[in-house]
């Protein structure tokens, strides 16, 4: 899908970005080699209250549903109540930047079939 190009986004995340009410923007994409000649759309959102690592991605090919995952932690984090209170605001973070490209991708896909001419 052609929403998984780094370039749309790098757009989107820079859309978002400028939003204030969302924050940081830490978020980046990453860097991959195309799978069968596609970009795979992996978005990094590092979490700096946490070991472990987050990123955001497309559910599969076609689809313009995303996901949020977690890697396995390397180690026990522990944390202040204001550090546990800054975790709970990126996780709040990455959840709206997972449901805003997940709405930008079904915006690009509808507006690539409203200039395909498909009626469905």
Request: hydrophobic residues 40%; charged residues 20%.
């Amino acid at each position: 899908m052609p929403f998984r190009s780094k370039e749309t986004l790098q757009v989107w995340l820079d859309e978002f970005a400028a939003d204030e009410a969302n924050g940081s923007g830490a978020a980046y994409v990453a860097d991959q080699e195309p799978v069968d000649g596609r970009d795979s759309g992996l978005v990094i959102f590092p979490l700096h209250n946490a070991t472990t690592s987050v990123y955001i991605q497309p559910t599969e090919t076609g689809a313009p549903d995303w996901r949020v995952t977690f890697e396995p932690q390397p180690e026990a984090t522990e944390l202040s109540p204001d550090a546990l209170y800054d975790l709970c605001r990126e996780l709040a973070n990455a959840a709206a930047l997972c449901a805003f490209l997940q709405t930008k991708s079904v915006e690009h896909m509808a507006q690539l079939k409203a200039r395909a001419g498909g009626t469905d």
